[in-house]
């Protein structure tokens, strides 16, 4: 009897140890969400700004030697399909973080708020860097008399939007490595094995890519434009979930001292 009652309290024991075991992110709401919704709302108040109040100031595009082997384009075919990929990402990227912080046994907040707060802060970095620069965009100095008609008029209709000044660096860019690194890496906190790891990342490494190229071949942007976007974008991605991770300190003593471990 003793035995069993034994028995019973060792298991009951080891269940509250594991019930009670910290997720791998830690998630603020108080902290979070006004750091979430002010860099959004900042980002959102700018990009109205700037496309509906500002206007070209008429500069010509004059790209460095990076830069200089890439002939001026207007395609619209790839501008929609970078559209198309960077929207793809987005959900995509969300609902895998979800449902591998549901297979933890994470609440889908959790990651949904982490994964939002990466989004606002790379988008409003990236725009106050474009507002700084005011680079023209590469389809900017075609020349028009090389389109048909109805190309030259969407050419023409677009040249006179001052977004056609916001090249550098590119948000598509950006915003694909921001998401897509977000989620490989709160997929390589939570436990991941080494090969689903680097599958992880190369996933998001592949999509960065694809967009940037796709940016690219519209003339929406210079090499540079796309490079550094991917650069800030993945930062960001990195760096966010890290510092939600839950900090794991254990206590230790032996003899006649007490050290702590963990990882931060």
Not at 85 to 92: A, D, H, P, R
Not at 178 to 195: E, H, I, K, Q, V
């Amino acid at each position: 009897m003793r035995t069993l009652l034994l028995s019973i309290a060792l298991s009951f024991s080891a269940a509250t140890a594991q019930a009670a075991e910290p997720q791998t992110f830690h998630y603020d709401p108080a902290v979070s969400v006004p750091i979430t919704v002010a860099a959004g709302a900042t980002f959102g108040l700018m990009n109205y700004v700037v496309n509906d109040d500002a206007v070209p100031l008429g500069l010509v595009s004059n790209p460095p030697f990076l830069d200089a082997w890439v002939e001026p384009r207007f395609n619209q075919t790839a501008h929609h399909a970078s559209d198309v990929l960077l929207y793809g990402t987005i959900g995509l990227g969300l609902a895998a973080s979800v449902a591998d912080g549901v297979h933890d046994g994470e609440s889908p907040w959790v990651r949904t708020g982490i994964y939002l707060e990466a989004f606002a802060i790379n988008g409003l970095i990236t725009d106050v860097v474009k507002s700084a620069q005011d680079r023209p965009r590469p389809f900017t100095a075609l020349d028009p008399d090389t389109l048909d008609a109805e190309t030259r008029a969407e050419w023409e209709e677009k040249r006179a939007e001052a977004d056609s000044e916001r090249s550098f660096p590119s948000g598509h860019a950006s915003n694909t490595a921001a998401l897509a690194f977000c989620a490989a890496r709160m997929f390589d906190l939570s436990g991941a094995t080494p090969a689903k790891r680097a599958a992880a990342y190369g996933a998001a490494g592949a999509l960065t890519v694809s967009v940037s190229s796709l940016r690219v071949a519209a003339g929406r942007h210079h090499p540079s434009d796309v490079l550094a976007g991917a650069l800030i974008g993945a930062s960001v991605g990195l760096v966010v979930p890290t510092l939600h991770q839950r900090k794991a300190v254990q206590l230790s003593a032996s003899g006649s001292h007490v050290g702590f471990s963990g990882t931060f």
